[in-house]
């Protein structure tokens, strides 16, 4: 039961650099969410996605982008890395239906220096 | 955004009940209360949420304030499993597919 996985766990990224986070979910969810918490802090939104093909923003979308092409996979890609984004990720998803819980992967640890 | 507020910390002896109140006092009339919690190095699970009675499963039970202005989460007999970060969270009010919102939350810890 692997639930949502997000790679990698860990890494540094210089500034300017950009990469691409993965979140992959295997409960047929419709929606996902991408989230940042900074330390000491609670979650934000960053972006969701209702299901493959649809994508909006949530509260700090600035920096970020993210694509849904499949129902399973909801990347999110950071472009010109800044040291404000050095923070914890956090992917979700949740079964179509109001107030269903969401099911939250272990986080990407991102540190930019 | 539907504000909450809670402790920063709380501290409680292992097999005692935990009461973890949160002030939502901005909550529209018509969404839930969730609260998650969030153990070190992981990321934040479902506990429970209500909207105004009170509910009950098989982690916790949540008591709403008839006004919807509080509501406390209770862990009938905490273990030392329970130590974790509670967070009581409302929807992100910018639409987000009901997205939350989360605060600082609450960091409970069980002493043994």
């Known amino acids: 039961n692997a639930g949502v996985t997000q790679t990698p766990k860990f890494r540094i990224l210089k500034i300017g650099q950009s990469m691409t986070l993965q979140c992959a979910q295997d409960m047929n969810h419709n929606y996902m969410y991408w989230y940042r918490q900074d330390p000491g802090m609670g979650l934000k939104l960053i972006y969701y996605?209702?299901?493959?093909?649809?994508?909006d923003k949530g509260e700090v979308p600035n920096g970020y982008n993210v694509s849904r092409s499949t129902t399973e996979d909801f990347p999110l890609r950071l472009e010109l890395a800044a040291p404000s984004q050095t923070s914890v990720y956090f992917c979700?998803?949740?079964?179509?239906?109001?107030?269903?819980?969401?099911?939250f992967g272990d986080g990407t640890r991102l540190s930019i220096l | 955004d539907a504000k909450t507020t809670q402790p920063n910390s709380m501290e409680s002896n292992e097999e005692e009940p935990v009461h973890l109140p949160c002030n939502h006092s901005?909550?529209?009339?018509?969404?839930?209360i969730h609260w998650y919690r969030q153990l070190p190095s992981q990321g934040p699970e479902y506990v429970i949420h209500?909207?105004?009675s009170n509910v009950n499963n098989r982690m916790a039970s949540l008591a709403i304030a008839e006004d919807r202005k509080s509501s406390t989460l209770i862990l009938h007999r905490a273990t030392l499993r329970d130590a974790a970060v509670y967070y009581c969270t409302s929807m992100y009010s910018g639409g987000g597919a009901d997205g939350l919102t989360f605060g600082k939350g609450t960091h409970l810890i069980i002493q043994p």
């Open positions: 996605s209702v299901g493959a093909g649809i994508t």
């Open positions: 209500g909207l105004t």
């Open positions: 901005t909550i529209s009339g018509t969404d839930y």
């Open positions: 979700a998803s949740r079964r179509l239906g109001p107030n269903q819980p969401q099911h």
